[in-house]
């Protein structure tokens, strides 16, 4: 019997449509049930302290996988299957080598949770520990010092971390002081799981200690006798590290060059004399740039300078800066010349123009001079020569004046940081004078010290001081421009008072400046978040005829801010020698030391 085509085709499609109609009529699958099956993954780790706990979510695959990766639950038990022994691998830094674990998996519509429970067991504690230096480096006082304060506590669980780090300090400051050779012989810990004890063997043999040898320098921007008196070691010195730093450090702070790598030639050593080769990278031949900002002081301000860093093979560079602000205009021009063979010690010859107008004072001053700078370790040294004639205003007092004044200055700086230091402080020291026998109009002598201090306390807090003095003598006080008297108030003198508002004044009231200075400071801050603080202070002080003279005192708050540039700080300060105690903002941008 055979059947009709038509009749063929439709026996054929009827199963695929009662297919297809089973699946209309299906209930849909729910959504949660496709989340399940593929969904990021959160993993929680109890039972042990962070250190361990951190340890733990460092070594678990799970808690390494990326946090929005999606995962199938197969993948997730897979994983899971690893943690048992993962877990034990991270306790075993601990101490802990019988550790166990548990874990569990469930779904709350989003994400797998994962929980694993540590139970850490009985620690393996340490019963004997070998720490022992062989070879000339032996009775070296540095490793020794660390060999006899290893710090490895017996009769307490076992540490790797500190193992290593008595391992890493030997080594390290080894090859530091010169002992190029050394080497462990033996470095091991050794662990009886059964007894739950551990040894620590650590065997150093230093071998020879190696001296510094001459240095040569890859380069072809300056003469190589410029930099050869930057070194700060004679060949057949003891080999340091903290040397080749210095040497590094002093070359990277001058302008000519933007990197130096300093590299102990071990394979070109003759005997125990090793080689340096240093590697310079040129900066730049010229440097420009245009800035802008705003200070409680100075007003709304554009700034240009030009930097022309190596005019010649002997380190000549020259720079030019302008200044435009709401109270002061400035033009200056500078030549620098090493003197002699140093890098450290500058010739600056300089001219000048500045346009001054504070609230007190008005002043036209032209200048030129020249100025040596040095650098003597920590210390900075000046020695100056200025002739400058300058038109001024100041009260009912006006004039014209050319003085010829000869100076000096020396500084001490040290911060831990220079932005934003817990420990610090600051010596600065400066006089200097003209004679009307000299080129001066006025004689006059003047004498200044200033001093800075931080130090911090706790995690958060800091407590900051400064205080300067100065004294003015003058054969004729009214003929001297305000730029040489003596003035207080301000974002860094007292605050709660105008830019050189203070000091004293003529007979219809207009500060007409002084010829002392005292201004002390007292701050206390605290750190409230990363890179901000806020901060409590008082500032006493004033510009004076005596110091018997009465002062003026102001108080208040302030926020601090750690930009990029520099610290920024905001005050609000009160006037409080002043009939109530009138409010003043003050905004200034700058280190603290």
């Given amino acids: 019997m055979h059947t009709a085509p038509g009749c063929r085709s439709t026996a054929r499609l009827a199963p695929l449509g009662a297919v297809a109609f089973a699946l209309l009529l299906a209930p849909p699958r729910s959504v949660d049930a496709w989340q399940a099956r593929e969904a990021p993954v959160r993993v929680e780790v109890r039972g042990v302290e962070e250190e361990m706990r951190d340890n733990v979510m460092a070594t678990l695959s799970l808690a390494r996988q990326p946090s929005r990766t999606r995962m199938p639950e197969e993948r997730v038990r897979l994983l899971m299957n690893r943690v ?52 000339p480096g032996a009775q070296d006082t540095a490793l020794v010092r660390i060999r006899d304060r290893a710090g490895l506590a017996i009769g307490q669980p076992l540490a790797h971390a500190s193992y290593e780090s008595v391992k890493e300090r030997l080594i390290g400051t080894a ?187 008005e002043t036209e001053t032209w200048l030129v001079g020249a100025t040596v700078d040095g650098i003597r370790g920590d210390w900075r040294t000046q020695v100056s020569t200025t002739l400058e004639r300058a038109s001024f205003s100041v009260g009912t007092q006006s004039g014209v004046s050319t003085l010829l004044l000869l100076g000096s200055g020396l500084s001490h700086v040290v911060a831990d940081d220079r932005i934003e230091p817990a420990r610090g402080s600051l010596f600065r020291v400066r006089a200097r004078g003209g004679h009307d026998a000299l080129f001066s109009d006025v004689g006059l002598f003047d004498m200044g010290i200033e001093l800075r201090w931080i130090r911090g306390f706790g995690d958060r807090y800091r ?47 207009d500060v007409i400046g002084g010829t002392k200075l005292l201004v002390t400071a007292i701050e206390l801050d605290a750190a409230v978040r990363r890179s901000w603080r806020v901060a409590l202070f008082a500032d006493v002080g004033n510009a004076l005829d005596s110091f018997e003279d009465p002062y003026e005192a102001g108080a208040g708050v302030g926020i601090r801010w750690r930009s990029p540039v520099g610290m920024v700080r905001l005050d609000g300060a009160f006037a409080v020698t002043r009939r109530g105690w009138p409010f003043r903002l003050h905004l200034n941008l700058g280190p603290e030391l």
């Fill in 84 to 135: 048992p022994d993962e877990v034990q691998a991270a306790m075993e830094p601990f101490g802990y080598y019988a550790a166990s674990s548990s874990s569990a998996l469930a779904f709350d519509g989003r994400r797998w949770r994962v929980t694993v429970d540590v139970e850490p067991g009985s620690p393996v504690r340490l019963v004997d520990a070998l720490v022992r230096i062989e070879g």
């Fill in 175 to 361: 090859l530091d002081r010169g002992y190029l050779d050394a080497v462990f012989d033996s470095s091991a810990i050794f662990v009886d799981r059964g007894a739950r004890e551990a040894r620590a063997v650590l065997v150093l043999r230093t071998g020879p200690r190696f001296t510094l040898g001459e240095v040569t320098f890859f380069q072809d921007a300056l003469d190589p006798e410029l930099l050869q008196d930057l070194v700060p070691w004679v060949p057949g010195d003891a080999f340091s590290r903290a040397q080749l730093l210095e040497l590094q450090t002093s070359l990277t702070a001058e302008p000519y060059f933007s990197s130096a790598e300093i590299i102990p030639a071990r394979d070109r050593a003759e005997g125990l004399v090793v080689p340096i080769e240093v590697l310079l990278t040129p900066a730049p031949r010229q440097l420009y740039s245009v800035g802008g900002g705003y200070g409680t002081d100075t007003g709304a301000r554009v700034t240009f300078s030009a930097e022309f860093r190596r005019l010649n093979r002997a380190g000549h560079r020259a720079t030019v800066d302008a200044w435009l602000a709401q109270v002061e205009r400035r033009a200056t021009g500078s030549y620098l010349i090493p003197l002699g063979e140093r890098l450290g010690t500058v010739l600056s010859l300089t001219a000048g123009w500045v346009d001054a107008n504070p609230v007190t004072s």
């Fill in 463 to 509: 407590v900051l001081w400064r205080g300067e003095v100065g004294a003015l003598f003058s054969s004729d006080f009214s003929s001297l421009p305000p730029s040489l008297r003596y003035f207080a108030g301000g974002d860094r003198s007292v605050r709660g008072y105008a830019y050189e508002a203070l000091g004293p004044v003529d007979e219809f009231g």
